[in-house]
Nanobody
Framework: QVQLVESGGDSVQAGESLRLSCSASGHKSSSYCMGWFRQAPGKEREGLATIWTGGGSPYYVDSVKGRFFVSQDVSANTLYLRLNSLRAEDTAMYYC???????????????????WGQGTQVTVSQ
């Protein structure tokens, strides 16, 4: 199983930006579907974006399209999520996850993601 560690969460004001990082280790497959998710208190975990590490463009759900951006540094085994124009409703615990399921323009079911990080908290105040 892949080990994932997120970092970069912080408390910020609305309109500010953050960059979250997800460092991966222990992977045995050459490519994974890497996803970013978040979970706010009392709400279900929601998928935000995915990217196939073997190549291809990231996929975003409509609620974050144009504000959140995924990138990866393959040599550093690190995935990033840039969060721009943050809003109070973006407050949540953010997670990265890995799945061996191929992903393209979609987020596989949560059950497909075999490895999860511990999460990093993003808090946005007005």
């Amino acid at each position: 199983q892949v080990q994932l560690v997120e970092s970069g969460g912080d408390s910020v004001q609305a309109g500010e930006s953050l960059r979250l990082s997800c460092s991966a280790s222990g992977h045995k497959s050459s490519s994974y579907c890497m996803g970013w998710f978040r979970q706010a208190p009392g709400k279900e975990r929601e998928g935000l974006a995915t990217i196939w590490t073997g190549g291809g463009s990231p996929y975003y759900v409509d609620s974050v399209k144009g504000r959140f951006f995924v990138s990866q540094d393959v040599s550093a085994n690190t995935l990033y999520l840039r969060l721009n124009s943050l809003r109070a409703e973006d407050t949540a615990m953010y997670y990265c996850a890995a799945a061996r399921t191929y992903c393209y323009k979609q987020i596989p079911p949560l059950s497909d993601f075999e490895s999860w990080g511990q999460g990093t908290q993003v808090t946005v105040s007005q």
